[in-house]
């Protein structure tokens, strides 16, 4: 996004729309996280650890989105080294939330339709062995867009200073090619996991004359990770999109920018403490309770805080 062509006012209100957003969105998965933590009845349970890792690493994503498009306004020129680990950092969780969508659709095929081996299939142990194995597929592909730039590049690169953004620092072939095959190989095997653990789920809800209830969320559930995908992959879509919408209103090039950024980095984020945190019916009790005693305990505070005030002024 080009800021200088924005005017204080226009540049100040959409980082205010974007920090507000982010602090909204982080502040609802906050609840999320702050109920997993505060109720061990989660911590044995591989649903439950596979969403909270999705709600933390959106978290980290949507604080470092949110940082590099504020940064763009604030100081359009950063060192090399920093904009590399925050790109990098960013690759990585962006990476991680399709991986993590997958292992959460198989634990509900397997749930559904193996529930016999689920406790040994889905263990704790094997769930966190997952969620490492996730973070070390996503950290690869990143870090080898930082390995092209040392093929290519002086070393000296890293002491200078460039507008922030993936297509400034990654812009050889090698990066283009690299994208293409991981982003391709890792979305064909993400979508071929949710169609086959929808198709297998659905089945199993056909075939069952009991438990069709679970099945059917379970269904559900699934169908919620492919919307979920589908608005994670706006972001590769998004320079035509941009392309399109710029050649049509060329007069309002920032505010084209700032809604397709908000599309596809922002409203995906919306959607995980949606589908856990407020549909989940047992994590809703928890988010539920918890709510109604932080309430319940900011009134208890305020009355004695009154309460103090006037014994002070008596």
């Known amino acids: 996004m080009n800021s200088s062509r924005d005017p204080f006012e226009d540049a100040f209100m959409k980082n205010l729309i974007t920090v507000g957003l982010g602090v909204i969105i982080t502040y609802m998965n906050g609840i999320v996280v702050t109920v997993f933590f505060k109720n061990p009845v989660f ?103 930082i390995f092209i730039v040392l093929v290519n590049e002086p070393i000296s690169i890293f002491s200078t200073s460039i507008m922030c953004y993936p297509k400034s620092l990654f812009n050889t072939n090698q990066h283009l090619i690299r994208t293409i095959i991981v982003e391709s190989l890792y979305l064909s095997c993400v ?28 269904r559900n559930t699934i169908l919620l990770h492919g919307l979920q995908l589908l608005l994670c992959m706006l972001s590769y879509v998004t320079p035509l999109i941009n392309y399109f919408f710029l050649a049509l209103f060329p007069k309002y090039r920032s505010t084209v920018l700032l809604s397709t950024y908000l599309l596809s980095n922002v409203s995906p984020r919306v959607l995980s403490p949606l589908i856990y945190g ?20 900011t009134k208890i505070e305020s009355k004695c805080s009154a309460l103090e005030f006037s014994l002070y002024k008596n």
């Open 191 to 218: 979508w071929m996991t949710l169609f086959f653990t929808y198709f297998r789920v659905l089945q199993a809800a056909k075939a069952a004359t009991s438990d069709q209830d679970s099945a059917r969320k379970a």
């Open 43 to 145: 911590y044995t349970d591989t649903r439950y650890i596979l969403y909270i890792h999705l709600v933390i690493n959106d978290i980290i994503m949507l604080f470092l989105s949110v940082t590099l498009h504020v940064l763009s306004y604030t100081v359009p020129l950063l060192n090399v080294t920093v904009c590399s680990f925050l790109l990098l950092f960013a690759a990585v969780t962006a990476e991680n939330t399709p991986l993590n969508l997958a292992g959460m659709a198989l634990e509900r095929y397997i749930a559904i339709c193996k529930p016999l081996h689920h406790p040994q299939l889905c263990s704790v142990k094997r769930t966190y062995i997952l969620i490492s194995l996730i973070w070390l597929l996503s950290s690869v592909p990143a870090l080898t867009n």
């Open 278 to 297: 407020f549909r989940d019916q047992k994590m809703f009790r928890y988010v539920r309770m918890y709510l109604t005693c932080s309430l319940f305990l």
